[in-house]
Every structure is written in structure tokens, then in C-alpha cells.
């Protein structure tokens, strides 16, 4: 809701993006003049739901409802990158359906079994990951960087597993099918290849509005950033919220409902060897 719904002004947000020494950043739900305003502040390029401090030299859209964003920018070594920014479906949301929450949104029908949990989501979100993927094949080189980013309003099947169940954190194992189809396609979830273990390491990044304890919410991991590419590795990841009980880059008051990510990538040179620079690093 722009960065501003709580009366907190747009700098908080700029604070937020240079606190992560970010790159390249996608946004949701800001409202049309707010990119603009937001860029001005940091100094940078943008688009409609990008802010980067790289050169853009091509735009995309995916077209129809719930369209994927895209661009193209220019590294500091030359190298050009993709990136796609994302903000799927909320609902019918299935962790809400198999806990039987609404939490102020739509009533959905209740869900008992790991069989519906993936139907729904299938049906809810995949045909438009279907359709980014499409796109992603279609590019003319197949060893670039590509990132995926943003707001997938689905969890990840490396977050819903039997040790997460047993512990009583999701209330059964669900195989996501979203997370699934990135990791088919041969995208890499920066965040749990940082951090491996799901229980050590949960990385919610909704809800900072709720406590952990608040009965009417769930909390969890629904907002990634996925890379692929020949010679691209991640580094690090880290959450970005409120307090330093649940992230690891603290910003208070926080501006937004959704904690954030930010990871930090290395790319190799595309002459194969790889440099230690920053020039060669993008978060």
C-alpha cells in the first residue's frame, strides 16, 4: 500500500532498500506515482514495479491477469541480467483452509489433506508460474542470470516438510507445488540454500503485524528470490523487518506487511573466471 499506509513517510522505505545495500529491488501493491517518488529519493532508475541502481535497457510484461514484470539490466561488468518480479494470487490461500483462519479475508472452504493443499494451489497459481516459465525458455540466451522475485502467496514445499509437521510449526507436510515448479526449472531458492534447515531457520516473512502467538494468523515464508543462470551463486540471505527476534536487518517502524528478502549473488565474469569485486556482486 504504497509504504505509507501507516503514516510512516516514504523515506522509511528508502531506509529499508539502502539497510540491505540492495540492487535491484521488485515491489507490490505500490501505488502509481510511489516508484517514482521512491526512486528520486535513492537516486535510481526504475519501472513500474522496479527499482535498481543498474542500468534498465529492456522492459516486459507478461500480459493478462496477474501479469509477471519484467527487465533486463546492465551490470557494472557489462553482463546483462533478467529479472521478474511476481505477486501471485492471495486466495484461496491453502494454509488458511487447512487451519480454518480467515483473518479479515474471503471465507474459503475448509481443506483436511496434502491432496487438496496442492490441488488448490495448483489451480489458484501455477498457470501463471506456467506462463513465466514459458517466457524464461523463450530468452535467447540460455546461460544468463535470471532472478525471480517477489510476493508468491504460496509457501514453499522446503518450509512444509514432516519435520516441520511433527513439530506442530504447519499443521501438515505439504509438497507446494509452486516452489516445486521453480526448482524444476531448475531455480534455486536463495533463502533455504543459505539456510538449509527449515526448522533453525524459518525466514517468515508474513506477517510482521501479527505475533507469533496471534490465533487468527499463520506465519510463514511466501516471498523468494530464485536465481539460475551458469556461474551464479548465492552468498547470503537475509530477512528484513521489524524486530531482531524475527529478522536479520532490522528497520523500525516497519513500512510494509511483508517482511522482505534480500540476497547477494556473486556472477561469474562471461569470461569464466570470477572476481571477488563488487562489480561482481548483486544483491
Known amino acids: 500500500r504504497g509504504g505509507t499506509h501507516w ?3 516514504l523515506s522509511q522505505s528508502a531506509k529499508m532498500i539502502e539497510l540491505a545495500q540492495a540492487d535491484i529491488v521488485g515491489i507490490q501493491e505500490m501505488g502509481k506515482n510511489t516508484i517514482p517518488e521512491l ?3 535513492l537516486g535510481w532508475n526504475h519501472t513500474e514495479t522496479f527499482l535498481t541502481r543498474y542500468e534498465i535497457v529492456e522492459e516486459f510484461k507478461g500480459g493478462g491477469r496477474r501479469p ?3 527487465i533486463v539490466v546492465k551490470l557494472p561488468s557489462g553482463q546483462e541480467a533478467y529479472v ?5 494470487p492471495s486466495g484461496p490461500y ?4 487447512l487451519l480454518g483462519l480467515t483473518a479479515g479475508y474471503r471465507v474459503y472452504p475448509k481443506i483436511d ?5 496442492i490441488a488448490g494451489a495448483k489451480k489458484t497459481r501455477a498457470r501463471f508460474i506456467a506462463r513465466l516459465l514459458r517466457k524464461i525458455r523463450s530468452l535467447p540466451d ?3 542470470p535470471v532472478f525471480v522475485i517477489g510476493d508468491f502467496n504460496e509457501p514453499s514445499h522446503l518450509d512444509w516438510t514432516d519435520a516441520a509437521a511433527k513439530s506442530g510449526r504447519h499443521p501438515i507436510k505439504v509438497e507446494f507445488p509452486t516452489s516445486l515448479m521453480m526448482a524444476q526449472a531448475g531455480f534455486t531458492d536463495t533463502y533455504r540454500t543459505v539456510h538449509p534447515d527449515e526448522m533453525a531457520k524459518p525466514g517468515f516473512t508474513w506477517t510482521p503485524l501479527k505475533k507469533a502467538d496471534d490465533p487468527t494468523i499463520h506465519h510463514d515464508r511466501i516471498d523468494f528470490v530464485y536465481f539460475k543462470g551458469k556461474g551464479v551463486k548465492v552468498t547470503d540471505a537475509k530477512v528484513i523487518g521489524e524486530n531482531e527476534e524475527n529478522a536479520d536487518i532490522v528497520v523500525a517502524p516497519y513500512p510494509s506487511d511483508h517482511r522482505a528478502v534480500v540476497a547477494t549473488l556473486t556472477l561469474a565474469t562471461p569470461s ?3 572476481k571477488p569485486d563488487a562489480g561482481n556482486e548483486t544483491k
Open 142 to 144: 540460455k546461460e544468463a
Open 39 to 41: 526512486a528520486k529519493l
Open 7 to 9: 503514516g510512516q513517510p
Open 113 to 117: 489433506t496434502e491432496e487438496q493443499a
Open 84 to 88: 521478474f518480479n511476481l505477486h501471485l
Open 94 to 97: 491453502q494454509p488458511y483452509q
Open 272 to 274: 569464466g573466471s570470477e
Open 68 to 70: 509477471f514484470h519484467g
